[in-house]
């Protein structure tokens, strides 16, 4: 079994986009993704048009895709630095345990040394056991005492008329 992590492109929007709906569907919310084969265009622009600011990595296990990762630097104020942003990271059913999570994970560790980051952060679910017990095996702290807001869809808009 060899494991190996290639920079994602654009032929890879669709395989991609497929991890992104069984991510969705683990996560208990197929119900709420709103990219689907027809936004394959907006996926793509998204992750390589001349605008990006996201970077994705695909993960294969003997040339088959396994698993995928998308990210965007952040910045901290505290730290006049940017962050690495892990916004998903998802491996295949069928390659749980190979080792592509931390691969993956060391991957976007290196990236954010190599790019001078002060720190790599990313969320998980509460009830996402093995994950956090991953994350918490590679070092990885949770930060309890924060706690993250979200406005979208209406709400965003409505707020943003004012």
């Known amino acids: 079994m060899t494991l190996s992590i290639r920079q994602a ?13 069984e991510l969705a569907v ?21 992750l390589f048009g001349p605008d990006s600011v996201t970077k994705a990595a695909i993960c294969e296990r003997d040339g088959v895709a396994a698993g995928f990762a998308c990210w965007f630097l ?16 998802y491996v295949t059913t069928e390659h749980r345990g190979s080792g592509a999570g ?32 991953i994350y918490e095996a590679i070092g990885a702290e949770p930060m309890s005492e924060w706690t993250r807001y979200r406005l979208s869809g209406q709400a965003l808009a409505t707020f943003a008329a004012g």
């Open 26 to 46: 683990y996560e208990k919310a197929g119900h709420e993704v709103e990219a689907t084969e027809a936004t394959e265009a907006s996926l793509e622009e998204a």
């Open 102 to 133: 931390k691969a993956l994970l060391r991957h976007l560790a290196k990236i954010a040394i190599d790019t001078g980051c002060g720190r790599f952060e990313w969320s998980v679910l509460d009830w996402n056991e093995p994950a956090i017990r």
């Open 74 to 89: 952040s910045f901290s104020t505290w730290q006049a630095r940017n962050g690495l942003y892990l916004e998903d990271l």
């Open 9 to 21: 492109m654009r032929a890879d929007v669709p395989v991609i986009l497929n991890f992104i709906r």
